[in-house]
């Protein structure tokens, strides 16, 4: 092999090597007071159990651009905080289903023991109430990652 073959070959490695820095992925981040950790999955939902009625709720939200999209909300009875202006959706499973799709840059998450706060994803479940203190905030928000600490699998859930 020639001198300026090795040459171009090890250039190209270098070039390959250094892009894993700098080409930057959008991923979710979610960051708690002791910790933090990247999500595989570009959508997940937020579960809790209203305060007041005590019956289940659950958002859904997706990566979108540089953010988050809130596109559905599901519950199981009207009142205070419910979207009036959202469609509803037709369901059987006893819950009324709402099309949201508001944008948001972050989601701020007062979590708490008492109303059991839970992320899910297509494959986890986690139980945000038992990594925080009660009433700690979570924050969930995307954050543009080098392909480098995502294929060393830097804090990924």
Known sequence: ????????????????????????????????????????????????????????????????????????????????????DAKVIKSTDGFVHMIVNEPMEELALAVSDNVQTTLYTEKKQIALYELVDDYDTVFIRVEQVSLWNLLRGEKID
């Open 1 to 84: 092999m020639s001198r300026s073959k090795i040459y171009l070959s090890g250039g190209m490695v270098i070039m390959l090597l250094l892009s894993l820095f700098f080409i930057r992925i959008p991923t979710i981040l979610v960051d708690y007071p002791d910790g933090s950790f990247y999500l595989k999955e570009d959508a997940f939902d937020i579960g809790w159990i209203h305060s007041v009625e005590k019956e289940p709720w659950f958002e859904s939200f997706e990566k979108k651009d540089a953010g988050l999209l809130l596109t559905s909300t599901k519950f199981k009875t009207f009142g205070a905080g419910v979207p009036s």
